[in-house]
C-alpha cells in the first residue's frame, strides 16, 4: 500500500512542475510565435521596399524617356522648321539687289533669333529631372509652361497654401510622373482646350486637383488594357506613396482628377 | 568519488564542461565569468554532499550544510544579475534596476543573517532573489518584443540563457510558494526536492544550449571578419 502511494507521489511530480512551468512556458511561446510574426513583417517590409525601389527607378526613367520624345519632336517639328526656313532665306538672297537682301536678312535674323529661344526652350527641358531639384511647384510650371507654347491649350496652375516643412523626393518624382501622365492623357485623347491645375499644401499631405473641359469618358466602359496603361498606373502610383485618387468623368462634360498624398 | 555525482551534480559538471569548452576564449568577460560561476556551483554542491554525509555521522559536532548554500546565494545573485544587466543593456539602461534589485537582496540577506544566523537558510532572500529574475525575464522578453531589430531566437544565447533562468526561477519560486501544501503530501520526504530536480535538468540544459550558441556565433563571426 505504501509503495502504491510512492508509485503515485512520483508519477505526480512531472505533472506539479507541469503545472508550476506552465505560465513561464506560455510566455516563452508567445515570444517565439511574436518573433515570428516580426520576422514575417520585416519580410513584407523589404518586400515592399523593393517594389517601390523599382517603381521609382522606372518613374525616373519614363520622365527621362517623356523628355527625349518631347526634345526629338521639337527638333523635328519646331526649331528644324525654323532653320530650314532661315536657310531658305539667307540662299534666296541676290547680292544685286540691295534693298529686297535687307529684308531677307532682316527675316533670316528674325528666324535666327526665335530658334535661340526656342533652344532655350529646349535646354531648359532637358534639365527636366533637375528642375524637380529645384521643387514640384517648378517642374509642374515647366510642363504647363510646355503645354502652352503649342497654343492648342489654356493652362490655369494655381498653388494653394504653402509647403511646410521638408522635401520628399520620392514623392515629389512621383507625383510630377503622375502629373505628366495625366496631362498626356489630356493632350491625347481628350480633345479639351482648357486645362485647370491646383496644387494645394494642406497639413497632412499634398492635394492636386486637374480639371479639363474635354470629351470625358465613362469610367466603366474603357477597356481593360486601356486602364492598365493609364488610370490604373496612377492609382498604383498614388498607392504606393500611401495616396489616394479620385477620378470624376462624364462624357461629353470634362474630366476631374484629385490626388492626395501624404507628405512628406 | 562517484557518491559526489548526483543527479543535480551531474547535470551541473556537465554544463560546467560544456561552458569551459564554448566560453572560455569568449569575448565577453560577463559571459567568460559564468564557467567560474559554474565551477562554484559544482564545488559547492559536492562539498554539499560531503557536509551532509559528516552531518548525518555526526549531528551533535557537524552543522548542516545550509550555511555553504547561504554563501552561495551571494554568488547566484551576483553572477546572474550581471548577466541580466549584459543582456538587458541591449535593449535599455539596466544598470538601475539591476543595481537597485542587488542592493534590495543585500539588505534582505544581512536582516536575515542577523536574526537567525549563518546555519538557518535564507529563505526570503532567496525567494526574493527568485522573484526578481522572474521579473527581469519578463522584462527582457517584453523589450524583445518592443524591438523593431528581428533576432532569430533559435540560435540566439540570449533567449535560451533567459529561457533558462525563468523556468527554474519561476518554478522554484511556485514551490516555494507552495512548499507547505507540498509538504503535508508526504511529510516524511520533502516533496519539494524531486521538482528541483527536474527544475535543474531544464535550467543547465537551456544554459549549456545557450553557451553552445554563444560559441556558434562566435566562430560566424570569426569567419566574416576573415
Known amino acids: 500500500m505504501q509503495k502504491m502511494a510512492d508509485i503515485n507521489l512520483e508519477s505526480s511530480i512531472p505533472i506539479i512542475t507541469l503545472i508550476f512551468l506552465i505560465a513561464p512556458a506560455f510566455v516563452l511561446l508567445y515570444v517565439l510565435v511574436q518573433n515570428r510574426k516580426k520576422k514575417k513583417h520585416i519580410e513584407e517590409k523589404t518586400q515592399m521596399k523593393v517594389i517601390f525601389d523599382a517603381e521609382l527607378i522606372k518613374t525616373q526613367m519614363e520622365i527621362q524617356e517623356q523628355t527625349m520624345q518631347t526634345i526629338g519632336a521639337d527638333l523635328h517639328d519646331n526649331i528644324g522648321q525654323l532653320l530650314s526656313l532661315t536657310s531658305l532665306t539667307l540662299n534666296s538672297i541676290e547680292l544685286d539687289c540691295t534693298d529686297k537682301a535687307r529684308q531677307k536678312i532682316d527675316a533670316a535674323i528674325e528666324l535666327n533669333l526665335k530658334s535661340i529661344k526656342e533652344m532655350r526652350l529646349l535646354g531648359r527641358l532637358l534639365h527636366g529631372e533637375q528642375l524637380l531639384k529645384l521643387g514640384l511647384e517648378e517642374a509642374i510650371r515647366s510642363e504647363v509652361t510646355w503645354i502652352e507654347k503649342s497654343g492648342r491649350f489654356v493652362v490655369v496652375y494655381d498653388i494653394d497654401g504653402e509647403k511646410c516643412g521638408d522635401s520628399n523626393a520620392d514623392k515629389d518624382l512621383i507625383l510630377f510622373r503622375i502629373t505628366q501622365e495625366i496631362l498626356n492623357n489630356i493632350i491625347k485623347h481628350s480633345q479639351a482646350n482648357e486645362i485647370n491645375i491646383k496644387l494645394g499644401y494642406l497639413d497632412t499631405g499634398i492635394r492636386l486637383q486637374i480639371i479639363d473641359n474635354g470629351t470625358g469618358f465613362n469610367i466603366g466602359d474603357l477597356p481593360e488594357a486601356q486602364k492598365g496603361m493609364g488610370l490604373k498606373n496612377i492609382q498604383k502610383r498614388a498607392e504606393i506613396v500611401g495616396g489616394e485618387v479620385f477620378i470624376q468623368s462624364t462624357p461629353g462634360e470634362g474630366t476631374f482628377i484629385d490626388i492626395f498624398i501624404p507628405y512628406p | ?226
Open chain 2, 1 to 226: 568519488m562517484l557518491r559526489y555525482f548526483t543527479l543535480n551534480t551531474t547535470v551541473e559538471t556537465l554544463s560546467f564542461v560544456i561552458a569551459f569548452v564554448c566560453l572560455a576564449r569568449d569575448a565577453s568577460p560577463v559571459w567568460r565569468r559564468m564557467i567560474l560561476f559554474l565551477f562554484i556551483t559544482c564545488v559547492t554542491e559536492m562539498l554539499g554532499i560531503h557536509i551532509k554525509r559528516l552531518y548525518l555521522a555526526d549531528r551533535v559536532h557537524v552543522h548542516p550544510n545550509v550555511w555553504l548554500y547561504n554563501i552561495l546565494l551571494i554568488f547566484q545573485a551576483g553572477f546572474i544579475s550581471s548577466m541580466f544587466l549584459l543582456i538587458l543593456n541591449k535593449y535599455t539602461n539596466g544598470k538601475l534596476i539591476i543595481i537597485s534589485g542587488l542592493a534590495l537582496l543585500g539588505v534582505l540577506y544581512v536582516f536575515e543573517l542577523l536574526s537567525h544566523g549563518i546555519f538557518a537558510y535564507n529563505n526570503i532572500t532567496n525567494t526574493l532573489m527568485s522573484v526578481l529574475f522572474v521579473l527581469y525575464s519578463y522584462y527582457y522578453y517584453y523589450c524583445l518584443l518592443k524591438n523593431d531589430k528581428y533576432v532569430n531566437l533559435t540560435f540566439s544565447p540570449d533567449f535560451w540563457w533567459i529561457a533558462g533562468a525563468l523556468l527554474f526561477y519561476f518554478g522554484r519560486t511556485a514551490c516555494n510558494v507552495f512548499f507547505d501544501i507540498l509538504s503535508l503530501l508526504k511529510p516524511d520526504i520533502v516533496i519539494t526536492y524531486p521538482i528541483y530536480k527536474v527544475l535543474n535538468i531544464i535550467l543547465y540544459s537551456y544554459w549549456s544550449y545557450s553557451f553552445m550558441c554563444r560559441k556558434w556565433l562566435i566562430s560566424t563571426s570569426k569567419v566574416q571578419f576573415q
